[in-house]
Each structure stands twice: as structure tokens, then as C-alpha cells.
């Protein structure tokens, strides 16, 4: 039975834990009284639906179900959590958590707030608790960062639990040592803001120029190392005590209007919007959205090839559901080990998939077979790997721009030195290419073929036993040019 969340306020940010919640596998009920929530949610899981999965190197989860409430009640009526998004007035967050713990006592309730404390949330509540603050940052079913934030009052137990449901849903739970107003990523956003806010008032730069600062410059490196180990490296050998030594009398100099702000009026809401028109105003708030997330799952990704970062937590993620995923494995049928979607630097001039990419997602199913029965990159280490012998691809129908491509994968037949495989890529039902590959287990040092270590066999051979009982695939021993019949 799929686990449930209730979503209250289903904005930019509800909006984000929805799709969260629901592409691993969690059931949602959502209450929002705006009659354009259904919509918005609609579009904000398109998007996710086109960026998460790109993310997961294991067969995502069945979609949850998502269903939408008249009532708060019947929204958290069977949930074990619930995410509040509701506007940032204190009143109306009492009033939903009355609500709330009326309908479904002992319910932990998580608040994306972006600056209560978790005290002033549970400020007139029977069961204070069982509130606390989750703050995510947008998009939510991207970035995985949660600053989790209680008060005195919530138990050691709460906390846990929260950071646990966090972790299943592929978040980074940081749990905050100590209760402070906006937490420590607004704080540290706040300080930017204001800065910025002072170089477009008194002319130094536009807000493109700003945002070419930031993203042609520092925010690499911010978005891989963060702050310090980025100014460790700046101290050269000599490490931090020497980047202190050099740079810390700069913090005595008036560079900066940190315990200043400027006045908020009209006239620099309009030099604001005015700017930002300027700079982004050609793009539609949804296109912006999907550039963002495409620029967002590539540098995720390859932060995870190098499991370093956010992208470490990708691969942790990706490790707790492949283990559950193994559990299912065995039923007899090929296995989903991919989902793929088709990108614009995938095709040919005609606008279907190029030859290479079709190579290149096969080579993806394959890898994500070897990982899951552990034949990964620690294996290699250690001096084995999975050669491929041979290979044959047929190509049988197109994959356009856009379409996701689903790869299952086969066991022909298997021993301990040899692995046949069969690898189906589909559109939907549709098939548009197969991939027979021939794998040899090889000792790397040796430079030959040995049988597979134990560990990898006692993961392997029950597959193969399963896929043993099906039909051979058709096509499975074609020669190139062979007639079909």
C-alpha cells in the first residue's frame, strides 16, 4: 500500500512537494481553495515529470495517486505527513494547523515557511510537537536541500522522523542546530539580496549584469564546493589558515551595506521589474521553468558522476531504492532498468534520434543491470569488470524530440564468466530498437576472462533463473542483413 502525504497550498512550492511525493511513489491529497489549483499543480508536474526522472539511474517508482479535496480534512485523512505551503501569515498557518491535528491527530506536519521559527508555529497548538519546519528551496522536486528546523518542544523522535521521510523522497535533510529567523539559506540569500538591491539602485549594474556575476563566476563554484572549501582552495597549500590570514582584514573595510537597506518604495519596484523585464521578458514563465530545469539535471548529473555534492545525494538515493527495487526482480518479466527522455542534442536533421544516442541508451540499461548486481564502479576498482564481447542493434521504429524511452533488459542466458543479454528500447508499447549484447567477466589484471565474484553471482543467478521460463525474444541471434521470417 503506497505511502500518503497531504499538500496544503498547492503554489509554486506546494506545487513542487506534490510532484516530489508523487514521482517516488507516494500517494497526495491536496487542499487548496484556489480554483486554479488543479491547474498549476498540472503544470508544475509536467515539468517535473520531463526533469526528476533524469536524474535516477534506478527505474523510478509507480506514480502515486494525486487526488484534490474540498476540505482540509478529507486532504489529511490517512496521511502519515503533511507539508504546509499556505501563505507566510502566521494566523492562517494556526489556523490550518487546528485544523489539521483536529482531523488527523499525532499527523506530523512539516512547514515550507520561509522565516518562522518553529516556536511561533506552534504557538497555541495542543500537540506542538508534531509541527516543525522543512524548508525546501525551488524547485522542490529538484533540489534537494531541506533545511529541517525545530524548537525544544519537538522530541528527538520528531526530528528523526522528519528527516527520515526527507530522505525517501531523495532530499537532504539539514537539520538546523539551533532556531533562527529565515534558517540559514535565506539568511545567506538575504545578505546577497540586499547587496544587489544597492549595486541596481545606485547604478553599478543592471540585473543581468548582477545575475552574470553570479552565475559566470562565484556561483560555479558555490553550486559544487559551497563557501568555505572554496575559499580553502583560494588559500592555496597553506589551506584556510592562510586564505584568513590574507583576506580577513577585508572584513573591517566598507565594502559592504549588509545593516543597510534601501528604501522600499515604487521607484525601485520599478527599476527592478523594468530590468528584469529587459533581461528575461522574451520567455514565458513555464519556458523559463524548463530551461532552469534542463540547465539544473545536467549539472546534477555530473556533479553525480563524480559523487561529489548534491550529486552525492542523488546517487544515496538511488542506492536505498535499488535495493528495494532488487526485491521485485524476480516475477518473471524483463526488467525496467531505465527511462530516458529524448533531448535536442539527440537527434539528426530530420528530428529523430541519431544512431549514437540509440548505442548510448542501451549502454545506459546496461550499466544500471551491472550496478544492480553490484558489478559498479567499486567492482571495477578492484580489478574486475563486464567486457562486451559483441553487440547487435536493430533499429525498428523512430524516437522524436521530446518522447521517453523506456529500456528493459532480458537474461538470455548466464553463467559465471558470461552474461547474454536482450535489451528492449520502447516509446509507450512501441519498440524502436533492440541491443543483444555478449558480456565477458574479466579479471583486468590478467587481461582474461574469470568467473564473477561470488557476491555478483548470488545477485545474478536468480535473475537469470527467472528470465529462464521466457520466451527466447524475437530477434534475440540475428545477423546483420539476415531477412526477416
Known amino acids: 500500500m503506497a505511502r500518503k502525504a497531504a499538500i496544503i497550498g498547492g503554489g509554486v512550492i506546494g506545487g513542487g512537494w506534490a510532484a516530489r511525493f508523487l514521482l517516488n511513489g507516494w500517494d497526495v491529497g491536496v487542499f487548496d481553495p484556489d480554483p486554479e489549483a488543479e491547474r498549476k499543480i498540472a503544470a508544475v508536474l509536467a515539468n517535473a515529470r520531463l526533469a ?174 559551497g563557501l568555505f572549501e572554496t575559499y580553502r582552495i583560494a588559500g592555496g597549500e597553506a589551506g584556510m589558515r592562510h586564505f584568513m590570514a590574507q583576506f580577513g582584514p577585508a572584513l573591517k573595510w566598507p565594502w559592504t551595506k549588509l545593516m543597510d537597506v534601501p528604501e522600499f518604495n515604487d521607484e525601485l519596484v520599478d527599476l527592478v521589474a523594468s530590468q528584469s523585464d529587459a533581461q528575461s521578458g522574451m520567455y514565458g514563465i513555464r519556458e523559463l521553468e524548463r530551461i532552469r530545469d534542463q540547465n539544473l539535471v545536467g549539472f546534477l548529473r555530473s556533479l553525480k558522476e563524480r559523487n561529489w555534492g548534491a550529486g552525492k545525494v542523488l546517487r544515496e538515493h538511488d542506492e536505498r531504492r535499488r535495493a528495494a527495487f532488487h526485491a521485485g526482480t524476480l516475477d518473471g518479466t524483463p526488467l525496467k532498468m531505465a527511462e530516458m527522455q529524448v533531448l535536442p542534442g539527440w537527434i539528426d536533421y530530420n528530428g529523430h534520434m541519431t544512431e549514437s544516442r540509440y548505442l548510448f541508451c542501451a549502454s545506459e540499461v546496461c550499466d544500471a543491470f551491472l550496478r544492480l548486481i553490484g558489478a559498479d564502479m567499486d567492482y571495477v576498482a578492484g580489478g574486475h569488470s563486464y567486457y562486451t564481447a559483441e553487440t547487435h542493434i536493430r533499429h525498428l521504429d523512430e524516437a522524436k524530440l521530446g518522447e521517453r524511452i523506456t529500456g528493459t533488459l532480458q537474461v538470455v542466458k548466464a553463467d559465471e564468466k558470461r552474461i547474454h543479454t536482450f535489451i528492449t528500447l520502447a516509446v509507450g508499447d512501441r519498440p524502436v530498437a533492440t541491443v543483444e549484447q555478449m558480456m565477458l567477466h574479466v579479471d583486468m589484471k590478467a587481461g582474461k576472462a574469470c568467473p564473477a565474484a561470488p557476491e555478483v553471482l548470488v545477485l545474478l543467478n536468480p535473475i537469470a533463473t527467472a528470465h529462464a521460463g521466457l520466451p527466447v525474444p524475437e530477434g534475440t541471434g540475428r545477423a546483420v542483413g539476415q531477412k526477416k521470417g
Open 52 to 225: 526528476l526522472p533524469a536524474l535516477s539511474d534506478v527505474p523510478m517508482p509507480a506514480e502515486g495517486k494525486l487526488t484534490f479535496h474540498g476540505t482540509i480534512g478529507e486532504a489529511v485523512d490517512g496521511a502519515e505527513y503533511v507539508q504546509e505551503s499556505v501563505s507566510e501569515r502566521i494566523e492562517l498557518k494556526h489556523k490550518v494547523y487546528a485544523q489539521l491535528q483536529q482531523a488527523n491527530p499525532g499527523v506530523l506536519i512539516g512547514s515550507s515557511t520561509s522565516g518562522f521559527k518553529a516556536s511561533d508555529l506552534q504557538k497555541g497548538s495542543p500537540a506542538p510537537e508534531n509541527i516543525i519546519v522543512a524548508h525546501p528551496f525551488n524547485p522542490v522536486y529538484l533540489l534537494p536541500l531541506s533545511e529541517v528546523s525545530g524548537s525544544p518542544k519537538n522530541t528527538p523522535a520528531t526530528v528523526e522522523k522528519t528527516v527520515q521521510i526527507m530522505k525517501d523522497i531523495g532530499m537532504f535533510p539539514l537539520v538546523i542546530r539551533h532556531e533562527i529567523d529565515a534558517f540559514i539559506g535565506n539568511r545567506f540569500l538575504e545578505a546577497v539580496w540586499r547587496e544587489a538591491l544597492w549595486m541596481l539602485k545606485d547604478g553599478i549594474a543592471t540585473t543581468e549584469e548582477i545575475d552574470d556575476a553570479i552565475r559566470m563566476g562565484f556561483g560555479l563554484r558555490w553550486g559544487q564546493m
